[in-house]
């Protein structure tokens, strides 16, 4: 877990995890965290921390595309302006699965169409108490329901 500047963790000598994986996506929390003077939503953070590690580390990879795909099927996949409410909201493991997945999958869309410069302004701007409503379509110049509908059939075309 991370806690602003501070990650904790089980001990890596319990050998029930990948430790370094585990700090490489806590670490990724650190610096979104602290660039959006803690105010970044969960669904960016986590979406940024599940899309770093496996650039370098492409192991590291979620495998949960059959998820993704049957939130998509079946209505349950959030827009980004409720993608927030995956996590708090949370009604059993396999959503909690999902709002991870989609976080990190959001992340790469966006990066992947906009850049990484225009992440880190993001961050910026959630640290200057901005709301996803308005930050993102100043970053992309794209409303939110035009972002969900080309994030919808981006994933729905590489599924």
């Given at each position: 877990m991370c806690f602003g500047r501070v990650i904790t963790s089980t001990t890596p000598t319990l050998g029930r995890f990948n430790w370094g994986q585990v700090l490489w996506h806590e670490l990724n929390h650190v610096f979104s965290i602290q660039l959006s003077r803690s105010r970044v939503p969960r669904w960016f953070t986590e979406g940024l921390a599940e899309l770093e590690p496996p650039l370098i580390r492409p192991e590291w990879r979620r495998e949960n595309d059959f998820d993704l795909f049957r939130a998509l099927q079946t209505g349950k996949l959030h827009g980004l302006?409720?993608?927030?409410?995956?996590?708090?909201?949370?009604?059993?493991?396999?959503?909690?699965?999902?709002?991870?997945?989609?976080?990190?999958?959001?992340?790469?869309?966006?990066?992947?169409?906009?850049?990484?410069?225009?992440?880190?302004?993001?961050?910026?701007?959630?640290?200057?108490?901005?709301?996803?409503?308005?930050?993102?379509?100043?970053?992309?110049?794209?409303?939110?329901?035009?972002?969900?509908?080309?994030?919808?059939?981006?994933?729905?075309?590489?599924?």
């Amino acid at each position: 877990m991370c806690f602003g500047r501070v990650i904790t963790s089980t001990t890596p000598t319990l050998g029930r995890f990948n430790w370094g994986q585990v700090l490489w996506h806590e670490l990724n929390h650190v610096f979104s965290i602290q660039l959006s003077r803690s105010r970044v939503p969960r669904w960016f953070t986590e979406g940024l921390a599940e899309l770093e590690p496996p650039l370098i580390r492409p192991e590291w990879r979620r495998e949960n595309d059959f998820d993704l795909f049957r939130a998509l099927q079946t209505g349950k996949l959030h827009g980004l302006a409720a993608l927030n409410r995956a996590f708090t909201q949370a009604r059993s493991l396999d959503d909690m699965v999902v709002a991870y997945y989609q976080g990190g999958r959001m992340a790469e869309f966006l990066v992947q169409n906009w850049g990484f410069s225009k992440a880190r302004e993001a961050l910026r701007l959630y640290g200057q108490s901005q709301r996803t409503e308005e930050i993102w379509p100043k970053v992309t110049g794209l409303g939110l329901a035009e972002l969900d509908a080309r994030f919808r059939a981006t994933e729905l075309k590489r599924l």
